[in-house]
């Protein structure tokens, strides 16, 4: 069959490499792809807000699965418009996606689902917001210990960290006056901050059964030592040890069971992938957000290491017959991705920096660079996104995968080029 991928970034070429070699496809295509899935794929020049014209394309080129890689074209109903269709895709309906879409919407579910979650507060008027944490703060000396999130989608950077009264203030003002995040400030949450790290649990769920999938561990912050602004992910690896089988048994039973639960009772039921953020406190896992596909990065390490034909469980999962799937095979082995990003990201960064070294990188063994934000120019890969590429490692342990991601990094060069040299560091600091 064909299969057409929606998105053009490192998860969408970490999908395209892995369905392709499914030998039940004959081609796979990625809307609108990057310089990556080029290799890998053919790219379509459609964008991945058009809903009309992926429906179209995928009736007009014999697609018989679609795959919708990022949240918002999920969150505007492409799912929704693909079953209208008669069309079969993966990922969840639009109302369902407001798991992801709106940040109040998740924790009015995880608090009903009584999932454990951060005390919060949800606001739609600055000023209200303002003059909740000068009461609660009332001093600019305070100890403050808050979370302000956009209620919206806002491509991973609508979460400020704030450690004093003038930081939360700060993240109100841009969030709800400023509106630096546009739409997705119409209402913020305010919540209590969580210590501990934090741990990626995804799971596949056709809305009764759930496959959960090995425990990874992203790196938001953009510097070493989880410094710096929050940015998309600078990084990942899989599996991670802060998360153990007894851990994971009880994430399943008590985070992501009464979700599903929560979600079909709700009448939104959920079908995809159900990817569950966690700070793993001295109290136990608490749920930091949902997201509704899979992570970038994480899908490109968990990617590196299934096994198993990607196609065959996500047509279990759209057969509603995840019961029946015979367990999925896991490479022993870990992977590490190490994103390099543009110079000046999060913030402003300039485009169409030429790419050298990706040819010797692809040459060492056990590693494959996912492209994220590049484009072709003049035949020759050029940056055209914050962050760049998403150089993905296997190796016999953490330290020798992040050995080998760190090698082929030192491959690729660009004017500007950067990325986190301590990806996967945490994993030796925890007791094995």
């Known amino acids: 069959m064909n299969v057409l991928i929606v998105g053009n970034g490192g998860r969408e070429h970490a999908l395209a490499w892995k369905i392709a070699q499914s030998s039940r496809v004959d081609q796979v295509f990625v809307a609108p792809g990057n310089a990556g899935t080029a290799e890998d794929a053919e790219n379509v020049d459609i964008p991945a807000s058009d809903i009309a014209g992926m429906v179209k394309f995928a009736k007009q080129n014999q697609v018989g699965l679609t795959v919708v890689g990022p949240e918002a074209p999920l969150c505007a109903g492409m799912v929704d418009a693909f079953e209208d269709a008669k069309l079969r895709v993966f990922g969840p309906?639009?109302?369902?996606?407001?798991?992801?879409?709106?940040?109040?919407?998740?924790?009015?579910i995880l608090r009903n689902a009584d999932v454990p979650t951060a005390d919060f507060h949800v606001f739609d008027r600055a000023e209200i917001a303002t003059r909740f944490i000068m009461e609660r703060y009332p001093s600019e000396t305070d100890r403050v210990r808050v979370v302000v999130k956009a209620d919206g989608l806002a491509a991973g950077k609508g979460v400020i960290v704030c450690s004093q009264r003038h930081e939360a203030l700060d993240a109100i003002e841009r969030i709800a006056r400023v509106r630096e995040f546009g739409e997705a400030g119409n209402q913020l949450i305010i919540e209590d901050r969580l210590d501990g790290q934090e741990a990626s649990v995804l799971a596949i769920t056709d809305g009764r059964t759930i496959v959960t999938l090995p425990p990874a561990q992203d790196h938001k912050p953009a510097l070493d030592g989880d410094t710096g602004p929050n940015t998309g992910g600078m990084g990942a690896y899989c599996p991670t040890p802060i998360?153990?089988?007894e851990n994971l048994a009880w994430i399943e039973?008590?985070?992501?069971?009464?979700?599903?639960?929560?979600?079909?009772?709700?009448?939104?039921?959920?079908?995809?992938?159900?990817y569950a953020g966690l700070m793993m406190t001295h109290q136990g896992p608490q749920v930091l957000e949902y997201n509704v596909r899979f992570g970038d990065p994480e899908c490109q390490p968990l990617l590196m290491r299934l096994k198993s034909d990607?196609?065959?469980?996500?047509?279990?999962?759209?057969d509603g017959r995840l019961d029946q799937l015979e367990g999925l095979q896991w490479d022993p082995r870990p992977a590490v991705c190490v994103v390099m990003a543009s110079e000046g990201y999060p913030g402003s960064y300039e485009r169409g920096k030429v790419i050298r070294g990706l040819e010797d990188a692809a040459r060492?063994?056990?590693?494959?660079?996912?492209?994220?934000?590049?484009?072709?120019?003049?035949?020759?890969?050029?940056?055209?996104g914050g962050r760049v590429l998403g150089v993905t490692a296997l190796g016999?342990?953490?330290s020798e995968a992040k050995?080998?991601?760190?090698?082929?990094?030192?491959?690729?060069r660009w004017d500007g080029a950067w990325c986190r040299k301590d990806i996967s560091d945490k994993a030796l600091l925890t007791p094995q």
């Open 93 to 108: 309906s639009r109302v369902a996606a407001q798991l992801e879409g709106s940040k109040v919407f998740c924790k009015q």
């Open 243 to 245: 998360v153990n089988q």
């Open 253 to 274: 039973e008590h985070v992501l069971v009464p979700t599903v639960h929560a979600m079909k009772r709700g009448r939104t039921p959920f079908r995809g992938v159900l």
């Open 310 to 318: 990607l196609v065959d469980l996500i047509d279990a999962t759209l």
């Open 364 to 384: 060492l063994p056990d590693v494959k660079v996912f492209h994220a934000g590049t484009a072709t120019l003049n035949g020759k890969v050029v940056n055209n």
């Open 396 to 398: 016999a342990s953490i």
């Open 403 to 412: 050995r080998q991601a760190y090698a082929a990094v030192k491959c690729i």
